[in-house]
Every structure is written in structure tokens, then in C-alpha cells.
């Protein structure tokens, strides 16, 4: 198939629908509003994730740890993913209680099961197994909380367009279906792991601790869709439900004189094996540049410090980086999407932005 009959949807708006936006600003507000606030509520579940308990209200539980985003805050503030990609109707900064928060889980879980990774001292050393466990553990409930979510969504676009969105709705519900199945799977894992029962349920990929604090902060899985040589890693569009796919986790903590830049994946993983190599062929500083721009092109979920306002102003190339999706627009039905995903994410483009996670950039 030809690339030019695949379109790659990115983030954001053009000049037509930003036009569109401010002349129905208010109701266009209100709306998304009233969808999100609905989503979300026929989201919620009645019972704890993770300890299945009955439970009416859930815990603020934050995707990257607190004390990371409070080392680069200004004023209980930060940057995000928005800064960059600039959706009207989503702010440009967040506090630091509300940045990346999912409510999956109740407030006693949340306080006991992920106390080794969420205390600093963790990092002063390698970070066992337990901790990865939790870390990958943190990432897969954030998954599905998005995706219960989004399934929502979808749902209320059928309900309220009918015509319009039914069979692209239908076919978002595949792929949300798909992702819950391979999340939850391996959240069992995790818990297992977590708990300090088998310290060799994860494999570090990359690590690397710095001696300054970098001005972003994330934790998420990435399911990347080609290494350095835009080889296929996971058949992201394959739709049978026997193929499951295999996460990157990903970390970047700031702490209060140093910071830790981390990937790590399943030890039955096979899939990151070239990739790796293909990482530690890179010198110290590219190293980190790659993970920087894997986190910004794959993931929403990145906090970055106000004091990169003016690096974010003078280079465009950034928010283009951030726009990055793999929503696809095709005509055809059975299209071979994989070859131009894997083009499309090409790891050679982070050359086109500015390496944050050096000592130039230190807060």
C-alpha cells in the first residue's frame, strides 16, 4: 500500500478547527465537560481494583510519584504534555495534586501497596526487583483506568452520533477490549512481584543515574513500535487476540540532587532484545535523548518544570514531537498500516529536538 493513502492523526488542531473552536468556544467547553464528567462517572467501579473491596470512593492515586513532581514545580505548578500540544479546552499548566491522577484504587491500598517505590531512598542504589514490580504495577493501573474510561467515551459518541461514529466507535472498542485484556493480565503479574515474592519477574534494559535534578518527570509503559533501524518491536495494529503485545517501562524521576533515567521490560520479553543493543551502541548523552523522545512521542503522561517556558517557545519542534499519535486515517478497510507506523515513529527524529535530560537543562 502506498504511505500516502495512510494519514497518522497528530495531536491538536489546525488553523480550521481553531477557528471553529473560538467561535463556539463556551459551548464546545461545555460539552467536553459534560462528556468527561459522565465517562468518568460510568467508569467508576464499585469495588477496589486491587483488593476487590467494596468501595465508594477511590484514592487520588498519581501516575508519577508526588515527590518527584513537587522537585519540579514552580509554585505547585508544572508543565504537561498540553504545554506543547495546546488544545484549547485543557489547561496549560496543572497543580501538582491534580497532575496525572487516576482514581482505580482505595486509599488504603494506595498507602500500603507501593511504599518501597514511592520513597526516595529507593533510588540511592539499583532499584530491585520489588520496586520495578511496583513501578510496572503503578503503570498498568493507570492503563486501565484510561482505557475503562475511554471505553465510556466511545460509547457516548455512539449514543450521540450514531451514524457518525458507530463504526469507528466499534472499532476503538476492539482495540480498548484488546488493551484491558493484556493490562489486566499483566497487573496479576505485577501484584505477585510487588508483594517481594519473585524479585526476577523484570529485566533492566537501561539505567542510568545523574548527579543533577532534570526538569521532567514521568513513569508509564510504552508499547514502542520500532527500534533504531525502524524494524518492527510490537505489531501495534494486529487485532488477533492471540498476539499480545510488549511494554517498555519507562521512568524519569528528578529527586533532590540527582535524578534516575530507567527502562526496564518483563523478563519474558523478547521483543526489546535489538533495541537494547542498538541503545548501548549510542554515546552517554544520545542514550538519554532517545529515551526522551520515546517518552515524548509515545506518551501524554510527561511533566515538565516552567522553567523550560523559553525553550518551549523557540523550538517548534517540540509540540510537533509531542502531536505525535498513532490514530490512523485510511480508506482502506485491510490496510498494511505496520511499515508506515514504523517509519513514523523513526527513532532518528529525535535529533530534530533539544536534549532536556542534560546537565544545560538542571534545575
Known sequence: MCPDEIDFLPLGMDDDERSFYDENKVNINMQIGMIEREAQERAKLDHCYYCNEPATSFCNSHSVPKFCLRRIAVDGQLFFANTLIDLPYLKEEQGVNKAGT??????????????????PNAYDSLPNGQVLAQIAM????????????????????????????????????????????EYEYAMCRAKVGARGKRTNYYRMVFYRKLNYTVPIAFQGEITMISDFEKKTINETFNKDNRYRTEPLHIAI?????????????????KRYKRFEEQLKQLDSDDQLLAIQFIVMSYSEN????????????????????SRMNSMVMTDRLHANVQPVANAEFDLSKRNTIPNLLTLQYAI
Open 138 to 181: 503503578k503503570n498498568h493501573l493507570q492503563m486501565i483506568a484510561k482505557r475503562l474510561t475511554e471505553r465510556q467515551l466511545y460509547r457516548l459518541l455512539v449514543e450521540r452520533n450514531p451514524l457518525v461514529g458507530l463504526w469507528f466507535a466499534k472499532e476503538q472498542q476492539k482495540v480498548i477490549d484488546l488493551d484491558l485484556g
Open 302 to 321: 510527561v511533566f515538565y518544570s516552567k522553567s523550560l517556558k523559553g525553550v518551549f517557545q523557540s523550538n517548534e519542534q517540540l509540540a510537533t514531537v
Open 253 to 269: 524521576f528528578p529527586l533532590e540532587r540527582a535524578s534516575v533515567v530507567m527502562a526496564f521490560v518483563d523478563s519474558r520479553c
Open 102 to 119: 487516576f482514581q482505580l484504587i482505595c486509599r488504603k491500598c494506595d498507602g500500603r501497596i507501593f511504599q518501597q517505590y514511592e520513597d
